[in-house]
């Protein structure tokens, strides 16, 4: 039997982090969640993760700076990382290239294009 | 403040018992339960009327003296027995314990049958004597412990003391 | 939905209160990024909550709030009073528009005086302007693809060979691959993209929906072409791209001619969008627990009632543990006497947990008082400065929250009555700021908390005078001043005339007191004219178990923290009292001593020696004189109860293996009468 996919769900505002993890595991995933990057690194062991989806703003160690973590480690150099923002600027997202993330999911977002974003990403 | 509503034609049941000369009857409802003094550890600096506390079932409950407490002066008493009580303390549930002499046996009579102490020429019935029975020839102040043992009744008690009331209605009862 | 509308609304009202806490700090503190950063990320999250659910005023206010907070963050705004009202009154209306139920108050206005206030020209933050490549209304289309993903594009989590699938997925596709120095095959090995795809698709797919295959990609490492409409053969872009990869022997034109031939032959089946997809939702298999949002540290709310029984079981075991220790010595068997004590060891660190549970640093609620007691002061123009000691202290749940109401009356009280305006202070020669300061620590078996201002004081002529009107006492009648204080507790007292302005009409003192003795606690009033008053509130620790010693004065038990206690030692009585004061030597000190025989009036006994045992609190030193040290007793603590609240030694009893009773001592008090005397 095949594995499930792996997600790892960083976003300090606790009513979003929910929602997010029951669409995903309603989508058959396994979800692994944390409240900031701080507490997201403990995922970063080795162990197979298929997707990250984390937030930007956050405190203690801000989506910047746990995608920076995530590339530096072999194992999660090559992983899916989607970062949820509230930001229409087009400046913003060009950084994305830069900050080496695969996307950004916008913020609020209507599910059903979550999950086609997701299965994009997954399948 | 609620206001039961008391069914007057309603035989109830009291417990009647004597400290010094005087008998007392307290409504069974209120009783918890009748101990013997066992180990009493008084509080040092406390009121006058409180004699200590003791331990009952892993409460702590303090202990009244009447006596004091109705400014009652009278030779030493043999007190012994406690009656345990459970009063409403400015809203709350308080478990308090009454010192008495003896407690003579458990008495039923209707609320009507009461009679004020008013009748006596007194000023006022004292909040907490509901009133005195008479019964085999002798009678029994009927106390309301909530008022007795309430805090800020305190007042009232030191005014008037039950030996006035007592021999008020000795008087009274004894043809003139 | 609605659970999770119901769990936003309950952590939007946490981050609001985050908020406040937030935004005072920061008028005292302009500079702190830190907190300028939490008040951003708060509005931020609410910001987009708020438009998930629907909340569309919050949305736009928030938004706001996100944008001015953002420059402060970036420096180009500087903190000001006039900002921190203005968002402390946004955050009383982000409140009232969680209530779904009454109207929120409508402040339509505030979102464009905000604008106007905070810079005219707040980013619109509109999103760029995209291309929008016409979207065919039906019927199919033939794009150009043109796919260039960066070399380290595997370094964003993407492969390109799905978007080529998908991409041929969407339609009949004829796909150039365009290799740079080796082969794809060998680039994916090695994570590198060095390859170009040229793709002509016939599909029924919009543009739109083409772009999309694209979604994760830079917009510089794709284009999507419409043929004929882009004409590709003119554009710019395509030709630069056709002239890279191809060389010179063919024209862009008849290389788009050839490629596109053959696409749009034949009724082969074209893979349709299904654009109208239904996605079940999968219902939720009951409650979702709520986990507060707190960043700081993950918060559970436990019902009182657990907590209740839970303490009640720990209490037991404690008490049976004694007991069970106490035959064990008896038995004077050393194995078991092991056994026993391991499990002691472990009844302690288990009752040590479940005390911390109930425990809640008073913090907590000086923290809400922090915005009312500004408002209020704000309200009634007068200069308030707020000085807390001790906010770690920590008390029982259930007390904490049945304290609340009686120290904001207080706390009202203070700043209502007590502390002057700033005009008439100067005149009586103090400080233009008045001072409020509340105190919070512990003493024996109880929690103290002092609120002291240094205002007017009680006037206690005016007291006097009430208290004859109100028939309490006669006129001629001797009444000290402490008897004065006490009776401004009884119902129906209170000598303001602007009863409705801060405390309501005769909701006074007499409601305090009440509250207070209905947890066990009591209140003492002090005051000094024109020096000011302190209110102590003494509250009981409720349940909670606190390692002891046990002592022996005549015939009765005491028991003094463990913790409390420095040193103790037995000393020849001469030497105690020789000095015919109340100090003695201790380690090159003198320090107060109180015996507890006399103080408790005990008979004297002709005993040659006492024990001394020396007190320090916070650093304060005094000796206790006893008769003997019993031994250790893990006390529970039982209050003593209402009849007891006035007398000042003791905050508690428990109960002892034998059933017999032991009385808590209240050092602080008695360090009190130590040094008095």
Request: proline share 3%; aromatic share 8%.
């Amino acid at each position: 039997m095949e594995m499930k996919k792996r997600i790892i769900v960083v976003e300090d505002f606790n009513t979003s982090r929910q929602i997010i993890k029951r669409t995903l595991e309603g989508m058959d995933y396994q979800v692994d969640e944390a409240a900031d990057g701080r507490e997201a690194l403990k995922f970063f062991n080795g162990s197979r993760i298929d997707l990250v989806i984390t937030d930007y703003n956050m405190p203690f160690m801000d989506g910047a700076a746990l995608v920076e973590y995530i590339r530096s480690k072999d194992a999660y150099k090559y992983i899916p990382i989607l970062v949820l923002s509230t930001e229409t600027n087009v400046e913003k997202q060009k950084k994305a290239r830069e900050a080496k993330i695969t996307g950004w999911i916008k913020k609020p977002f209507e599910i059903s294009d979550f999950r086609n974003q997701i299965q994009k990403i997954l399948t | 403040m609620h206001m039961k509503t008391i069914d007057i034609e309603k035989k109830k049941s009291y417990v009647n018992f004597s400290i010094g000369k005087e008998n007392f009857a307290i409504i069974v409802d209120d009783v918890l339960e009748i101990i013997n003094l066992d180990q009493l550890t008084h509080v040092p600096n406390s009121s006058d009327f409180v004699l200590g506390i003791l331990n009952y079932r892993g409460n702590i409950v303090p202990v009244i003296n009447l006596h004091k407490r109705f400014n009652y002066i009278q030779h030493e008493v043999r007190c012994d027995t406690v009656i345990v009580v459970n009063v409403m303390n400015s809203e709350n549930h308080v478990l308090m314990g009454l010192l008495v002499d003896e407690v003579t046996d458990v008495i039923e009579f209707e609320y009507k049958d009461i009679r004020t102490v008013p009748d006596l020429g007194l000023k006022y019935n004292p909040a907490f004597l509901e009133g005195f029975i008479e019964m085999k020839e002798k009678f029994i102040m009927v106390l309301n412990v909530n008022k007795v043992l309430s805090v800020s009744e305190l007042a009232e008690i030191n005014d008037l003391s039950i030996g006035e009331i007592a021999k008020k209605i000795e008087n009274h009862l004894q043809p003139e | 939905m609605d659970e999770f509308i119901e769990s936003f609304i309950n952590e939007a009202r946490e981050l609001l209160f985050q908020l406040e806490s937030d935004l005072l700090l920061l008028e005292n503190q302009p500079q702190d990024n830190e907190v300028t950063n939490s008040i951003f990320r708060i509005m931020h999250n609410l910001k987009g909550a708020a438009q998930m659910y629907g909340f569309d005023d919050m949305q736009y206010l928030t938004h706001e709030f996100e944008s001015i907070f953002d420059r402060i963050r970036t420096g180009e705004l500087k903190v000001s009073h006039d900002l921190i009202d203005d968002t402390l009154k946004g955050k009383d209306i982000l409140l009232s528009m969680l209530d779904k139920d009454s109207p929120a108050e409508k402040d339509e206005d505030l979102v464009g005086q905000l604008k106007s206030k905070y810079s005219g020209l707040i980013d619109n933050e509109t999103a760029g302007i995209e291309e929008k490549i016409s979207d065919k209304p039906s019927g199919r289309a033939i794009y150009c693809i043109l796919f260039s993903p960066e070399k380290e594009i595997f370094e964003r989590g993407l492969n390109p060979d799905r978007a080529i699938e998908e991409a041929m997925a969407s339609g009949k596709a004829k796909i150039m691959m365009h290799e740079k120095k080796t082969s794809w095959e060998k680039q994916k090995t090695k994570k590198i993209c060095q390859t170009t795809w040229e793709i002509y698709l016939y599909s029924a797919f919009t543009a739109t929906q083409i772009e999309e295959i694209f979604l994760f990609y830079d917009k510089e490492e794709y284009r999507v072409f419409q043929i004929p409409e882009d004409e590709l053969d003119q554009n710019l872009e395509y030709l630069d791209f056709f002239r890279n990869n191809y060389g010179k022997g063919i024209s862009a034109a008849d290389h788009v001619k050839e490629c596109i031939s053959g696409l749009a032959d034949g009724a082969e089946e074209i893979p349709v969008l299904n654009a109208g997809k239904e996605v079940d939702e999968r219902q939720s298999q009951g409650k979702l627990s709520h986990v507060s949002g707190s960043t700081k540290e993950f918060i559970i709310n436990v019902s009182s009632q657990k907590l209740d029984e839970l303490m009640n079981l720990v209490s037991e075991l404690v008490i049976s543990g004694a007991s069970l220790n106490a035959h064990a010595t008896r038995l004077n068997d050393s194995r078991l006497s092991t056994l026993i004590e391991n499990i002691d060891k472990l009844t302690k660190k288990f009752r040590k947990n479940a005390l911390d549970l109930r425990l809640i640093p008073v913090r907590t609620l000086l923290n809400k008082f922090n915005r009312q007691i500004r408002d209020l002061s704000k309200e009634l123009n007068k200069e308030v400065v707020l000085l807390v000691e001790g906010e770690e202290t920590e008390i029982d749940k259930t007390v904490l929250k049945a304290i609340e109401s009686p120290l904001m009356h207080i706390i009202r009280n203070s700043i209502g009555h007590g502390i002057e305006p700033p005009e008439e202070r100067i005149q009586k020669g103090k400080t233009r700021e008045g001072t409020l300061k509340i105190a919070a620590f512990y003493s024996g078996a109880n929690v103290i908390i002092q609120i002291h201002d240094d205002g007017c004081g009680i006037n206690l002529e005016k007291v006097k005078q009430r208290a004859i009107e109100k028939g309490y006492i006669s006129p001629d009648q001797q009444i000290t001043d402490q008897e004065l204080l006490k009776l401004i507790m009884e119902p129906g007292f209170t000598t303001s005339e602007n009863i409705n302005l801060v405390s309501g009409r005769g909701v006074g003192m007499d409601v305090v007191r009440k509250e207070l003795n209905a947890i066990g606690g009591s209140l003492q009033i002090d005051t000094e004219k024109d020096l000011g008053t302190s209110m102590t509130m003494k509250l009981p620790t409720t349940l909670s178990i606190i390692d002891t010693l046990m002592l022996e004065v005549n015939d009765l038990h005491v028991l003094v923290p463990l913790l409390e206690i420095e040193y103790c030692y037995k000393e020849i009585r001469e030497n105690i009292y020789e000095r015919n004061s109340n100090m003695l030597q201790y380690k090159n000190n003198l320090v107060p001593f109180v015996s507890l025989r006399r103080k408790f009036k005990c008979p004297l006994n002709n005993h040659k020696e006492e024990m001394v045992i020396i007190i320090n609190k916070y650093d304060k030193k005094y000796a206790l004189i006893v008769d003997d040290i019993i031994g250790e007793h893990q006390a529970v603590i039982k209050p003593l109860g209402g009849l007891f609240v006035n007398q000042p030694y003791f905050s508690g009893a428990s109960i002892l293996v034998d059933g017999n009773l032991a009385l808590i001592l209240d050092t602080n008090y008695l360090f009190n009468q130590s040094v008095l005397n």
